[in-house]
């Protein structure tokens, strides 16, 4: 497929005109950044690893009536996604206290929540992405309290999901964050759907036994190599063969092409929920 207009490149991805007017590409940058970019790196295969272990991901999501913007993977840095408008509020879902959850409240890093802990921010660069309330979400307008309640919705569902099976490949979701977007159907009903991506990116994880950080932290924090850690998470999920895609700190080109397209195949099967034709739901 070749590639179209660029529309908008990000810190670690660049999104391209997809086939037609609804579709877009996302391709996944080698590109690592902390601390709001403070800190960057080009690091060999973590676009590849980002892009596949996200499409696998996307793929489960639906298989639990989970809605995505996620089609097909094109190669094995790109895939197809549905455009979107995103909504600028991320999620944060917390099982266990790490990151800013500790510098903010004087926590234990590892302390393990008595529930999981749901936290919005402010998609903004700019502003260093400020964390904010569901009041300022619904008087700035930027989702309603009916969009709002699916997202917090799903946002469950996808860890309680990904705790079990992350768990049972003896690993720990420490926390995650999500992304959503709005589409339109052909009569106005709106859907809103899980976008961006889900990849050691934008979560953390750690080994069940030894406790060793396998996400973005190794890199934020120079704990030890950042695609070894992502590597290992694809392995166990059974997307790249034993002893990874990289040899001597360079990708295999041959191999990484020969991993097959991940394609979403219940996506044009499932049925989505119309937000204007429905009333919040009680937790």
């Given at each position: 497929m070749a590639r179209r207009k660029m529309i908008y490149e990000g810190k670690a991805k660049i999104l391209y005109e997809g086939p037609d007017p609804d579709t877009i590409i996302q391709y996944f940058k080698d590109d690592a950044t902390a601390f709001n970019a403070e800190k960057k790196a080009t690091i060999a295969g973590k676009g590849v690893l980002n892009n596949r272990i996200s499409s696998h991901l996307m793929t489960k999501f639906e298989s639990i009536g989970i809605p995505t913007h996620f089609i097909r993977s094109i190669n094995m840095r790109e895939q197809l996604v549905r455009k979107v408008e995103i909504i600028p509020v991320e999620l944060?879902?917390?099982?266990?206290?790490?990151?800013?959850?500790?510098?903010?409240?004087?926590?234990?890093?590892?302390?393990?929540?008595?529930?999981?802990?749901?936290?919005?921010?402010?998609?903004?660069?700019?502003?260093?992405?400020?964390?904010?309330?569901?009041?300022?979400?619904?008087?700035?307008?930027?989702?309603?309290?009916?969009?709002?309640?699916?997202?917090?919705?799903?946002?469950?569902?996808?860890?309680?999901?990904?705790?079990?099976?992350?768990?049972?490949?003896?690993?720990?979701?420490?926390?995650?964050?999500l992304e959503f977007g709005r589409i339109w159907g052909e009569h106005g009903e709106l859907y809103i759907v899980l976008a961006d991506e889900f990849s050691p990116d934008n979560c953390r994880l750690w080994d069940a036994e030894t406790g060793e950080k396998l996400d973005k932290d190794r890199f934020r924090f120079d704990l030890g190599d950042l695609v070894e850690g992502y590597q290992y998470i694809a392995e166990k999920l059974g997307l790249i063969p034993p002893g990874g895609i990289m040899k001597g700190g360079n990708l295999n080109e041959k191999l990484a092409e020969g991993l097959g397209q991940i394609e979403n195949e219940l996506a044009e099967k499932r049925r989505l929920r119309d937000l204007k034709a429905s009333k919040p739901r009680k937790s």
């Open positions: 944060v879902v917390r099982n266990i206290a790490a990151g800013s959850l500790c510098k903010r409240l004087g926590l234990k890093e590892g302390t393990v929540l008595g529930r999981p802990l749901v936290e919005y921010f402010y998609k903004d660069d700019a502003l260093g992405d400020p964390m904010i309330s569901e009041d300022h979400i619904v008087n700035f307008g930027w989702a309603d309290p009916y969009e709002l309640e699916e997202m917090v919705s799903m946002a469950w569902r996808v860890n309680d999901y990904m705790n079990g099976m992350f768990a049972g490949l003896g690993l720990k979701l420490v926390d995650f964050k």
